[in-house]
């Protein structure tokens, strides 16, 4: 199975909150969340929007470059 890549751990660590407090804000386990950011899953329609409301973007963030490129600053 292919890896999808999103930017998930950037912006949470940009935003600088837990793996922990994420994954309680959405509604899901840090194992779940951690399987998202790995790649490892991709999340359903709902909880993509969940993750991006909280982290305060859109669901771009599955698509866009890190918050911390430069070329986007």
């Known amino acids: 199975m292919?890896?999808?890549k999103n930017?998930?751990?950037e912006y949470r660590e940009y935003k600088g909150v837990s793996?922990?407090?994420?994954?309680?804000?959405?509604g899901?386990?840090?194992?779940?969340l951690c399987d998202i950011e790995k790649g490892r899953s991709v999340p359903?329609?709902?909880l993509a929007i969940r993750i991006a409301r909280a982290l305060g973007t859109?669901?771009?963030l599955y698509t866009s470059p890190s918050p911390r490129d430069p070329k986007t600053s």
């Open 44 to 46: 359903n329609v709902r």
């Open 58 to 60: 859109t669901c771009l």
């Open 19 to 26: 793996l922990r407090w994420l994954a309680r804000k959405v």
């Open 28 to 32: 899901c386990g840090t194992s779940t």
């Open 7 to 9: 930017n998930v751990r």
């Open 2 to 4: 292919a890896r999808m």
